[in-house]
């Protein structure tokens, strides 16, 4: 098997009744704890299903590696982790052990459902998904154990790829249409997203929901301790420091961000830019010699990846949140973790003027603004947030305000659970023998 079920029932947490419960599938592209945004998502929509619906979520995920397989619970989710190599996702062997995922989950997906109905007589209720190729693999499971499947589309993978991937983004506009006609129901980030699909792919409304992205503002919070983070990080403790926070591809517009530290530095020589993430091939070919050619070294701080519950100390010892995204088709339409995380920390962002993101960061209220590509506008905004503390503090608490208002999972997840009806969880109730 792709995964072990020995002795399962004596991994259930004391008072989970797991046999009599309905059962949801969801997949994640890596492992929990999550590292990744489609993980968070996902982990906080199990969460919350679980609390609402009372309900049994398998999180179908790859291992980090061959050896690492294993199912085991987390905060009642059952993890069933099939061999896979997760931490190749972000190389350039990203694409065969993607496919590699794809096939591992739909098959994992089929065992459970047989498992389950040979042991207790009820299968799953439901399969969820979150981006376009773990979409199109709930959808095929879907179909084989004849079960509704729900789709979180929250990006235009296809737009991503026109500069990472370019062949695959016609094929990738193909899986996007397919998936989107095949889930049951859609939820989006964005009214622009739900306006796009419906108007552009002729989508129903009514199948699409909105349920933005959002942070656990609990975690990523203004007085998370920081003694130490600076100096474990190199940073002088009255630098001023700016904080880029994910994945690095190019219309996350870094190599823009670069360019304007560059002019920022020409008048605070002291400033670093500290880049939480990278470590993929356009960073290493782009950016880093980009670092080396504007003379940056000793003003960014590079230290990769680290642990997701090392994440809130660490934005909390920078002063500013930047966001200088590149304007696309995908980035109009969506929202961005970094955003919530930078305002749930209580920073100061500057980020780019986009549809969707500019329906919630207004210039001077809570953000600075400017437009895409303007590297000038940029430096200026950081100078203006690293001059004006005043200035910095307001919008920072602004933003935090709003996360807490607006943008907990805890709250967004609800929107989201609130389409598992006993339509779907009642559906999986086993048929009585006569």
């Not at 108007?199 to 409304?205: M, N, Q, T, V, Y």
């Not at 080396?292 to 990769?304: H, I, R, T, Y």
């Not at 909390?316 to 955003?339: E, P, Q, V, W």
């Amino acid at each position: 098997m792709l995964f072990s079920t020995k002795n399962h029932l004596n991994q259930v947490p004391a008072g989970f009744d797991l046999d009599s419960r309905p059962k949801v599938g969801v997949l994640v592209e890596t492992t929990i704890p999550p590292v990744s945004r489609a993980n968070l998502r996902m982990y906080w929509l199990a969460k919350v299903l679980i609390a609402e619906k009372r309900v049994m979520v398998n999180m179908v995920s790859p291992s980090k590696d061959l050896r690492s397989r294993r199912s085991y619970f987390v905060e009642w989710i059952w993890m069933n982790q099939f061999p896979g190599w997760a931490c190749h996702l972000y190389t350039r062997w990203r694409l065969p052990v993607r496919i590699w995922h794809f096939l591992a989950s739909i098959i994992s997906l089929v065992i459970l459902e047989v498992w389950y109905r040979r042991s207790c007589g009820r299968g799953f209720a439901a399969l969820h998904a979150w981006n376009p190729l773990a979409g199109l693999a709930a959808v095929l499971a879907g179909k084989l154990i004849r079960k509704p499947v729900f789709v979180d589309f929250t990006d235009f993978y296809s737009d991503i790829a026109r500069t990472d991937m370019p062949l695959l983004s016609k094929p990738l506009v193909w899986l996007e249409n397919y998936v989107l006609r095949q889930a049951r129901f859609i939820f989006v980030v964005s009214n622009q997203l739900k306006e796009h699909l419906a108007r552009a792919h002729g989508l129903p409304p009514e199948k699409i929901h909105i349920v933005p992205d959002g942070t656990d503002s609990e975690t990523f919070r203004p007085d998370v301790a920081t003694a130490g983070v600076r100096e474990r990080l190199g940073i002088p403790e009255d630098a001023p420091v700016l904080v880029f926070h994910g994945d690095i591809k190019h219309d996350d517009g870094v190599d823009i961000l670069l360019d304007a530290l560059a002019l920022v530095a020409r008048e605070r020589p002291d400033a670093r830019l500290l880049i939480l993430g990278g470590g993929s091939p356009y960073f290493d070919e782009v950016c880093r010699p980009r670092i080396a050619a504007l003379g940056l070294e000793d003003n960014v701080v590079l230290p990769g990846w680290i642990p997701h519950a090392d994440v809130p100390a660490v934005l909390c010892a920078c002063d500013i949140g930047a966001m200088t995204l590149r304007a696309t088709l995908n980035h109009d339409h969506y929202l961005s973790f970094k955003l919530f995380e930078y305002w749930g920390c209580g920073k100061p962002v500057v980020v780019t003027k986009l549809k969707a993101i500019g329906e919630i960061a207004r210039d001077g209220e809570n953000a600075l603004v400017a437009r895409s590509g303007d590297v000038e506008a940029f430096a200026k905004a950081f100078l203006r947030l690293i001059a004006d503390k005043e200035l910095a503090a307001r919008l920072g608490h602004a933003g935090r305000e709003l996360v807490v208002r607006e943008y907990d999972w805890r709250e967004i997840m609800k929107k989201e659970t609130a389409v598992y009806t006993a339509e779907f969880l009642d559906a999986a109730e086993p048929r009585e023998t006569r």
